[in-house]
């Protein structure tokens, strides 16, 4: 199965606050299918809709432990987050970077399905750690920006130096 590309830092889009979802038509329908896909078939634990360059508030995330359907999360939104951790986090849209990010360990999100129909789940561990991610990405945030000014700015100059250099 072939997907969409995934956009990579420096793009600018993937800068750019992702738009609410308001009209549940057969085009989302079709991307969560895709996104849900790219998930089995890649291995991941989430990607959210703008890492294909479609602005809106999607993700599929892989639900806790990583077994079943990825689930899909339209329009999240944090209602309980607890006990912060910190782990190892990547991002595909920054290729080989790995930092320590602090996360909640465990989430309670409300969220709309394909349908527009509300929903409340509960995530933990790396799928909490995932959840957070992509609503970041929706907002426009890469794993970096979760770091203090002085590190965020030595870990993206390294960054572009190696990108640079390769
Ligand atoms: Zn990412």
């Not at 308001?22 to 085009?27: G, I, L, P, S, T």
């Not at 602090?102 to 790396?126: C, N, Q, T, W």
Request: glycine residues 10%; contains cysteine.
């Amino acid at each position: 199965m072939k997907f969409r590309e995934i956009i990579r830092y420096p793009d600018e889009r993937l800068f750019s606050i992702s738009k609410e979802v308001a009209d549940f038509n057969e085009n989302i329908v079709k991307l969560a299918g895709e996104m849900a896909g790219f998930l089995r078939h890649n291995g991941g634990f989430g990607i959210a809709a703008v890492q294909w360059g479609v602005a809106l508030r999607m993700a599929a995330v892989q639900p806790d432990g990583k077994t079943g359907e990825p689930v899909i999360l339209i329009n999240p939104k944090i209602i309980k987050a607890a006990d912060a951790v910190t782990g190892e986090e990547g991002c595909l849209s920054i290729p080989g970077l790995w930092l320590e990010i602090s996360r909640p360990r465990s989430l309670e999100i409300s969220a709309l399905d394909i349908h527009g129909e509300k929903f409340v789940m509960r995530f933990s561990d790396y799928s909490a750690r995932a959840v957070c991610h992509e609503i970041d990405h929706m907002n426009g945030r890469l794993i970096w920006d979760c770091l203090p000014e002085n590190e965020r700015r030595s870990v993206i100059g390294n960054f572009l130096d190696e990108f640079a250099g390769s």
